[in-house]
Structure formats: C-alpha cells, structure tokens
T-cell receptor
Framework: AQSVTQLDSQVPVFEEAPVELRCNYS??????LFWYVQYPNQGLQLLLK??????LVKGINGFEAEFNKSQTSFHLRKPSVHISDTAEYFC?????????FGQGTELSVKP | ETGVTQTPRHLVMGMTNKKSLKCEQH?????MYWYKQSAKKPLELMFV???????ENNSVPSRFSPECPNSSHLFLHLHTLQPEDSALYLC????????????FGPGTRLTVL
C-alpha cells in the first residue's frame, strides 16, 4: 500500500526566508509525485510534479522539489518566500491515476 | 468560463434535507472525481468516473449518491446526512483516468446541522 507523510503540520517563516516542506512516501513500486497548493477558500492547484527524468523538478511561483528515491522523499523548497505564499501545501503520490494525499502543511509567511 | 467550476460554493442543510452539488469541467477531460476534505485529515477520494462510468467507489455511505450524465458534468446527491459529513467537497478532472495530473474546482463548503 502507498502512503504519504508530511512531517510538519505547520511551518511559520518570515518573508524572504528560505523554506522546506517535507514529504516522505512509502511505495514498493515506481510512483509519480506531486505537490499541490491550496490558497484560502480555493481548490487545489498543481505546483509541480515528478514523473521521471531529472530528480530536481521546478514548478510555478519559484518552488522546486527534489525526488530522492533512496530516502523516499520529495521535499518542496523555495529560496525566498513571499506573504502571498501563505497557503496549505499537499504532497501526493499517484498510482494508476489514483492520488493519495498527505495531511497537508500549513505555510504561514510573516512580515 | 474555463477550468473546473463547482456550485454552490457554500451549502447549509439539515439532516433531513436533500440537496445536490454540481461540478462542471470545461477542459474536455474524460475522468472526473469527488473528494472530501475534512479539517486536519488528508483528502479522501470518494468516487471516480471515467467516460461517464463509475470506476471507483471508496466505501462511501449510500447517503452520498453520485451522477455523471456526461463527461463535462458531475453531481453529488446528498440525503439524510450527518453532522460529521460537514466538510469541503472538491471536484477534480483529468484527461483520462490514467493521467496523473488532476485539476481541481474551488470546492463546496458543506455544513450539516
């Protein structure tokens, strides 16, 4: 069975600081990995995805993530956050079109 | 209008009411999904439709009844709900069921009194 664990439920950070949101997955087979963002009162929006190829994936809004197969991780990073990055971030794993989500990490960017 | 739309955005209903949630996608996709998002819990996949046929039903109580009349529209019919059914209900679509990227609507915030 596949599962996704987001290690931090809340991450407070100051504006312009770097941030890393952690995600670990468990799977015995190859997976596709995703990060989605949910702004207040909105649905989920795709930030980036890893399907194959380069392990460093760049997404929208300056975010990037690195797929680490040996550590079964797919951590999300941004070198300098903005107030507008305040949102909830979800890591997900997919197998056969079925998305399995982590519990979410609430990123709070303070001035 | 583009993307995935959901109506209503907010719904308050009593336990004896019958209501329906509507989802419409303008992306030409063939697969559509219903998810439930409760506070402090991961998103739960409820139903999956591919080319208007239900292909997955994740042990959802029968008080939730989906309907997919065509590939652009998806409904979730609600009756005799419980307070614990209060949640954000999200609709999503993808080009095909095997396509991993899903596109989400804004959700319907449901409160059951």
């Amino acid at each position: 069975a596949q599962s996704v664990t987001q290690l931090d439920s809340q991450v407070p950070v100051f504006e312009e600081a770097p941030v890393e949101l952690r995600c670990n997955y468990s799977s015995s087979v190859s997976v596709y990995l995703f990060w989605y963002v949910q702004y207040p009162n909105q649905g989920l929006q795709l930030l980036l995805k890893y399907l194959s190829g380069s392990t460093l994936v760049k997404g929208i809004n300056g975010f990037e993530a690195e797929f680490n197969k040996s550590q079964t991780s797919f951590h999300l990073r941004k070198p300098s956050v903005h107030i507008s990055d305040t949102a909830e971030y979800f890591c997900a794993v997919s197998k056969g079109g079925k998305l399995i989500f982590g519990q979410g990490t609430e990123l709070s960017v303070k001035p | 209008e583009t993307g995935v739309t959901q109506t209503p955005r907010h719904l308050v209903m009593g336990m004896t009411n019958k209501k329906s949630l509507k989802c419409e996608q303008h992306l030409g996709h063939n697969a559509m999904y219903w998810y439930k998002q409760s506070a402090k819990k991961p998103l739960e996949l409820m139903f999956v439709y591919s080319l208007e046929e239900r292909v997955e039903n994740n042990s959802v109580p029968s008080r939730f009844s989906p309907e997919c009349p065509n590939s652009s529209h998806l409904f979730l019919h609600l009756h005799t709900l419980q307070p614990e059914d209060s949640a954000l209900y999200l609709c999503a679509s993808s080009p095909y069921i095997s396509t991993d990227t899903q596109y989400f609507g804004p959700g319907t915030r449901l409160t059951v009194l």
